[in-house]
Nanobody, 119 residues
């Protein structure tokens, strides 16, 4: 069955960097839009970044210029490079896949990985 497995979270100081990875299996990765969401305690889940199957990207204003989403279709993996991390980036980060074809319309979520920015 379809699965998304995130990794790369951890504790980092303000100004530091982390790279999250999300390994996919069980579906046709190349025709899915891949996104990263995050949810901080007491807050709603919010969209951080998206890369469509065509390669177009979109970012939340709060992370523009600091975060970069990328995908490797050969490895069925999507990444989130996070630089210049701030305290307010602390959250659980989730990987999401949304099919972009009529024959692949499904939506999948990973289990999340914790990112903590603290001095």
């Amino acid at each position: 069955q379809a699965q998304l497995v995130e990794s790369g979270g951890g504790l980092v100081q303000p100004g530091g960097s982390l790279r999250l990875s999300c390994a996919a299996s069980g579906f046709t990765f190349s025709v899915y839009a891949l996104s990263w969401y995050r949810q901080a305690p007491g807050n709603e889940r919010e969209l951080v970044a998206t890369q469509t199957s065509a390669g177009n990207t979109n970012y939340a204003d709060s992370v523009k210029g600091r975060f970069t989403i990328s995908r490797d279709n050969a490895k069925n993996t999507v990444y989130l490079q996070m630089n210049s991390l701030k305290l307010e980036d602390t959250a659980v980060y989730y990987c999401n896949a949304q099919g972009e074809r009529s024959w692949a319309p499904n939506n999948y979520w990973g289990q999340g990985t914790q990112v903590t920015v603290s001095s």
